[in-house]
């Protein structure tokens, strides 16, 4: 059984900065991803990393934007967020799943947080 605990959301300026945490309990043998759900929108793949930390895919919208990584002695999975806007205001979740196959389906994961509230004001 694993138990995912995010953190680090709260409201920022549009052009700011956030890093979101995800601490995990259990074995340390899972892919994790973040997903968002906006007010009213359904939920969107935002970013996924292996349980090495060797490879991660982003959604096109965060690119260049967004960073994950992941901390296994920490068993903590991190989402840095640059130049924030305010597209991205909604709830972000962590996720985690034995497979790295269809990454960006929500369907694939068996684990889920309870999800922290980012908000970024124009």
């Known amino acids: 059984q694993v138990q995912l605990v995010e953190s680090g959301g709260r409201l920022v300026q549009a052009g700011g900065s956030l890093r979101l945490s995800c601490a995990a309990s259990g074995r340390n043998i899972y892919v994790m991803a973040w997903f968002r759900q906006a007010p009213g929108k359904e939920g969107d793949f935002v970013s996924t990393?292996?349980?090495?930390?060797?490879?991660?895919y982003y959604a096109d919208s965060v690119k260049g934007r967004f960073t994950i990584s992941r901390d296994n002695d920490k068993n903590t999975m991190y989402l840095q967020m640059n130049s924030l806007k305010p597209d991205d205001t909604a709830v972000y979740y962590c996720?985690?799943?034995?497979?790295?196959?269809?990454?960006?389906?929500?369907?694939?994961?068996?684990?889920w947080g309870q999800g922290t509230q980012v908000t970024v004001s124009s």
């Open positions: 990393i292996s349980w090495s930390g060797d490879t991660t």
């Open positions: 996720a985690a799943r034995r497979s790295f196959d269809d990454y960006f389906d929500s369907r694939r994961y068996d684990y």
